[in-house]
């Protein structure tokens, strides 16, 4: 088994933190194409973003190079449900938020929300769908004062 | 005016009824997020930074400090009884405290925890009172070169006083940076990096960061880790420690406060690397080191005290220089600024009341605190039995409404989501998120000093080594780069943050 493991290489963490430092860097870089660099007495809008992008890269490189040499380390395995559920919900909530009211966009964001933890009673998911709504309804709407309808009409 | 006059002021403040409510809602909030695993004091504050712009500004920052060291005495709950930190600062308090508990011994252990929490807060408290005017009048003799070196001196040096690799810490900061700059160029008036999206003009608030990153990601991580049940909990059994515990303790105690309250101060250090640094200490200096962990009453009082103190003195760079030394005080930062306040030397001259009225509210938090913590610790545990399934329903949803009630927009919350999904990747790539924060506000402090100076010197940079103070930051971020290069100094600070990960 331990020969096996071996002849994998890279250490995955590592390799995705490099992946996403070059990535950032690259797409900086390429946005700032158009700005101008200036020089150092008069800065541009470009110096810094591409400085600061060509540094990413390096540390990217620095990071990633001598991981592809280390023994095989995985990624912590990705549930998606979580994942998926959360973002949805959030998303979700910020389109009802304006077009249908506070109201049923919270009712959503809890309740779509809450199907990220599979072992929860519906009972339970509906009432504190209720008692939250409310609550935010009561204190940030009323309270605090925030700008979102409450009721889509 | 003198040091009374100003103290008394500061007290005159921090008591005014409004002022003392939102002090005792902050505790209460800290010691509650402090008890339930799962959630920081970083994401409840994150959650929190939008409400207090409906506040005064004092109030605002009095309830979200008081937010900060709450967390640090609830996290011991949690640890001592459930063998959980609450937070990550507590992490080695489960070493003895849970022990102490399995002893019967958990009601000593969490008096001990409470009272070496107040002793700390209160010597912390007075640190903050004297070293801020003496730091800020050095500090309103700083130009814009002093600052960039600073700056650059902070940030490095919080990358290796943080937990884990230093490189990825450094690109945290540099995505940070750039993050910083998305938006209109302060100086030439030109878009950046903003995919020509009109809502980006304005640049990204940092609350959209905050609460993607430190919530929304949060949020998933916990429920792909663990189960969403309670936990199960020690007995809790006769709460006065013994005059044994005492008499064991108030050295730990002492030199706990004194270790965190100097960790406290430097970039990056903060209440986590305080307490694992005192427990080492305390195991250091011990006459008997090897029965630590098996419930000595030293291992809980020293790190206890040491992150309170230094969740304290962090408060120091941020009020008496304006640069904040770790994420929570890059929250803190951004909480002035929502009231248009930059921290700095000139708040204390201009803004006596801001100060004074802080320091006064943070040593009558302590005293709430211990009142919250102690008699009511029954209240706290039962929390502990409260599913988190029923908790992060509540959590997703106070983190919707402060995105949006920012600029009543959807864009943002939208945003805000993205960076929860940047936030998972970042989880997964095992990158601590707190750098890139830092990086995020000290970005365009950084961007228009240096641009200021380059412009008085018209290009030269050897202003940098010219200026004094300057050039001391400088060498010390060269001697910190070189001592990072050695081999030998790398090995102690891995060995250093080993026992965090144990």
Redesign the interface.
Known sequence: MARLQDTAKGDGPDLLSAGLFIGFGALGLWMSRGLDFGTLAQMGPGFLPRVVCLLLIAVGLAVGLPALKRPAQAIEAIRLRPLLVITIAVVGFAFAATHAGFVLASLWLVIAGSLADPGGKWRHVLSLAAGLTLFGALVFVYGLGVQVPLWPF | MTFVDLLFLGFSEAITPANLAFCLLGALLGTLIGVLPGIGPTATIAVLLP?TF?LPPLAGIIMLSGIYYGAQYGGSTTAVLVNLPGEASAVVTTLDGYQMARQGRAGAALAVAALGSFFAGTVATFAIAVAGPTLSSFALSFGPAEYVSLMVFGLLAATILASG?V??A??MI??G??LG?VGT?Q??G?E??T?GAIELFDGIDFIVIAIGIFG?SE??AN??RT???GVKLAPLSRLWPTREDFHNSWAAVLRGTGIGTLLGLLPGGGATLASFSAYSLEKRVSKHPEKFGTGVVEGVAAPEAANNAAAQSSFIPLLTLGIPSNNMMAMMLSAFMIHGITPGPTVLTNQPEIFWGLVASMWIGNLLLVVINLPMIGLWVKLLTVP???L???I??F???GV??MN???FD??L??GF??LG???R????EPGPLLLGFVLGPLL?SN??RT??I?????SIFVERPISLVMLIATVILLALMILPSFRRTREEAFQEEEA
């Open positions: 409400i409906f690799p490189l990825k450094i690109g540099l995505i940076l750039l700059m160029d100086a030439t030109a950046r990096l995919f929304f949020i998933i429920l792909e189960g969403s049940e988190y399934r029923l992060y329903p509540a997703l949803l983190c919707c409404i949006y009630s009543n927009r959807i919350v939208i805000a989501a929860g999904l998972y990747a970042f997964k790539a095992k990158c961007e240096l641009r380059l412009l010197t018209q290009g030269d940079p």
